[in-house]
């Protein structure tokens, strides 16, 4: 029969700790040496039991997490609590005896164990975080600290009575580790699957652990207990059974299970179980007052400690509160701006599907405005032909063929603009593609006091990119620029092009207002014209398109007034550009 790695593991466990231990009281006479011996051991079983629970806090799920990792801090502290014990034993040679400095360790060390058990790892919750998780453990540990204060303190501090600092802390640690079994003993039976064997060992530990608490009091009070018996074996077994458990968890990696449609997610029941116990203070606190038969000394002590423990627990309370608050209001703002991004979003759906469909219409209308202008185009040239240079009839004729054809030039860039096909990269002259843009926007300007003048080099290196995705980067910023000199009145917008190292420049400069934000012009929906004018989404796009082109594009407020926006594209030197699809216009540099 082969036994898995985990198997050996378990039994060599046990064998060592359990079997080992066993051996030493049996043998070992009762003396010095079995105290060290029983120290030191008790000392490196909690270390095991802590090393094998924080094998398993690296999964993906937080809470699952911190769940091993509070049961692993149970252990440290009930470590810690062993190791003052050793250090009076074996370090300064003295008896230890109740009450001990380091009686409130082992009482906290069940705290942790309490707060694991509120993050029922197991079930699988709508959040893996956890909000607020420390001022809860706080304020848990606080209230099981008064509880000790109260009912134990009193009689080691201000009417010493060893009977009865005994008896009442045997009540309040008995009372804190039923809570934890029963608790587990509640996840065994709420679970199914792998989670279900975890939490059995882990019940059987708490289990084990508070029947051999109960047992070496019992041994204490009768005298027949000492360092070394094999009273304190049950201490051993439990911590022995967290490795274990710890070990079995990490073979078989629970995963949380589905939660019931019928089961409220995220419930708040830990934080609010924290507030009914403070609550729960003030009944405690009047029953010590008017009906304790207690000395006064003591009533006046435990008003005391109840007036300090609800400042305190008050506090964590408002604290955790006050940033639920704050979360909360978080939580709206995003709401909110989640809510006019939205509408923005909606907003320009409409105005894109507007567009489309004026686009279709431009493409219908020119196409069907381009046959008849083929036949002007044809007269118009029978007219030059048949009549000679000097004659009226052959001067109408080039004057009606100039205009038909700067007609058929504004209709297929119209036609350019308005399609909508795949990205196609291509050598291409900036000065053909901006000029088409110019003579598209003149289009309404005649009635304006806006003037669009184009200084444009003869010769610019060539570039590569999408004619149709330029010629819309080049429109609006046109247009954006017209808007804005058409509040203030008028202006003139300056284009420019020139030839920088390896880049082809493009600066378009306005006498507008300028701009009041110009570090968030291309940021998406970010806009200043009137609802209705526009989404914010245009600069956004022509900063993409650039992106895309491996260029930059880029705003600023020129001293003198007004704006302007610089574009960068790289060039392809040394290389003459392909005929564009858009086609030179026949007009002059100035517009």
Not at 47 to 70: E, G, I
Not at 191 to 208: D, E
Not at 322 to 339: A, I
Request: positive net charge; hydrophobic residues 45%; charged residues 15%.
């Amino acid at each position: 029969m082969k036994f898995s790695r985990s198997s050996i593991l378990i039994l060599g466990a046990w064998v060592f700790f359990v079997g080992g231990y066993t051996a030493a009281a049996l043998l070992l006479p009762r003396g010095p040496a079995l105290t060290t011996f029983s120290d030191l051991f008790e000392c490196l079983v909690p270390l095991f039991a802590n090393t094998c629970l924080l094998w398993n806090a690296a999964s993906p799920y937080r809470r699952r997490n911190a769940f091993w990792m509070l049961l692993a801090m149970g252990s440290s502290l009930w470590l810690a609590g062993q190791l003052v014990w050793t250090y009076m034993e074996i370090g300064l040679h003295r008896p230890t005896h109740s009450p001990f400095p380091g009686d409130l360790l082992f009482f906290l060390h069940t705290v942790p164990l309490m707060a694991a058990l509120a993050l029922a790892p197991h079930a699988r919750k709508m959040r893996e975080t956890l909000r607020y998780g420390f001022i809860d453990l706080v304020l848990l540990a606080f209230l099981w600290l008064y509880v000790y204060v109260f009912v134990a303190m009193p009689w080691s501090l201000v009417y010493p009575n060893t009977e009865l600092f005994r008896s009442h802390d045997l009540d309040a640690y008995v009372a804190e580790n039923l809570v934890v079994v029963i608790g587990f003993g509640v996840l065994f039976l709420r679970t199914r699957g792998s989670w279900r064997v975890v939490y059995a060992h882990l019940f059987g530990a708490a289990s084990i652990y508070l029947s051999g608490f109960l047992t070496a009091h019992w041994a204490i009070s009768s005298g027949q207990k000492y360092a070394g018996s094999l009273y304190a074996l049950p201490f051993i077994a439990s911590f022995v059974w967290w490795g274990t458990a710890g070990i079995i968890a990490h073979g078989i990696s629970p995963e949380p299970e589905p939660m019931r449609s019928n089961i409220r997610r995220d419930t708040q029941w830990p934080g609010r179980l924290a507030m009914m116990a403070v609550l729960s203070i003030i009944p405690l606190a009047a029953w010590s007052t008017f009906l304790s038969a207690a000395p006064d000394s003591v009533k006046k002590f435990r008003l005391l400690a109840t007036l300090i423990t609800l400042f305190i627990g008050s506090s964590l309370i408002f604290l955790r509160q006050h940033l639920v608050y704050q979360e909360r209001t978080g939580l709206v703002h995003e709401l909110w701006d989640s809510l006019e991004n939205v509408k923005r979003l909606q907003t320009h759906f409409v105005q894109s599907e507007k567009l489309a469909s004026l686009g279709q219409l431009a493409a219908g209308a020119a196409h069907e405005i381009n046959n008849p202008l083929t036949a002007i185009l044809g007269y118009a040239d029978l007219l030059t032909e048949e009549n000679s240079a000097n004659t009226r009839p052959h001067t109408l004729g080039e004057k009606i063929r100039e205009q038909a054809r700067r007609t058929k030039d504004l209709v297929t860039n119209l036609l350019s603009f308005a399609r909508q096909v795949p990205a196609e990269k291509q050598l291409l002259d900036l000065n053909t593609v901006l000029t088409g843009a110019v003579q598209l926007r003149n289009l309404d300007l005649r009635q304006r006091n806006i003037r669009i003048e184009l200084e444009s080099r003869s010769v610019l290196p060539a570039v590569r990119g999408d004619p149709n995705q330029l010629l819309q980067v080049f429109y609006h910023l046109i247009s954006n620029a017209v808007d804005a000199m058409e509040i203030s009145g008028g202006g003139v917008l300056l284009i420019r092009t020139l030839r920088e190292k390896g880049n082809v420049v493009i600066e378009f400069s306005d006498t507008g207002p300028g701009m009041g934000e110009p570090d968030k012009v291309f940021d998406p929906f970010y806009t200043t014209k009137p609802v209705g004018k526009g989404t914010g989404l245009g600069l956004s796009i022509c900063y993409g398109i650039m992106k895309e082109h491996g260029g930059q594009i880029s705003g600023f407020n020129r001293p003198e007034g007004g704006c302007t926006f610089r574009l960068e594209m790289p060039a392809v030197l040394a290389v003459f550009p392909q005929a564009s699809l858009l086609p030179t216009p026949t007009v002059s540099s100035r517009q």
